[in-house]
Nanobody
């Protein structure tokens, strides 16, 4: 069992930046693939970015490519989401998720929320125009 805690959300003007953190605790001796998802009011939860345990593989939804960057520090049990050039349409609650199925050489990543076993409580990101 692992617990995830997101932080770093807040209110920012369009064009600004935020860095979200996802800190793991509990059974962190195991390896985990991690993803970020977001959910805006009245909309379904959507995939944002994912990173493999090894860090060698990353994936992004098209709307954030070139603006967001996912990274991880396994020694700190933390995954980051650097968000630049933020737009009002990025406003949402952002969740991180983890799964212990890391695949061959830790290279597996998942963009489907159903693949993740563990979820954080979310952090609000609001981008004003």
């Amino acid at each position: 069992q692992v617990q995830l805690a997101e932080s770093g959300g807040g209110l920012v003007q369009a064009g600004g930046s935020l860095r979200l953190s996802c800190a793991g605790s509990g059974r962190t001796s195991s390896s985990y693939a991690v993803g970020w998802f977001r959910q805006a009011p009245g909309k379904e939860r959507e995939f944002v970015a994912a990173i493999s345990w090894s860090g060698s593989n990353r994936d992004y939804t098209d709307s954030v490519k070139g603006r967001f960057a996912i990274s991880r520090d396994n020694a700190k049990n933390t995954v980051y989401l650097q968000m630049n050039s933020l737009k009002p349409e990025d406003t949402a609650v952002y969740f991180c998720a983890a799964d212990h199925r890391v695949g061959y050489l830790g290279g597996r990543i998942y963009s489907d929320a159903a693949e993740y076993a563990y979820w954080g409580q979310g952090t609000q990101v609001t981008v004003s125009s």
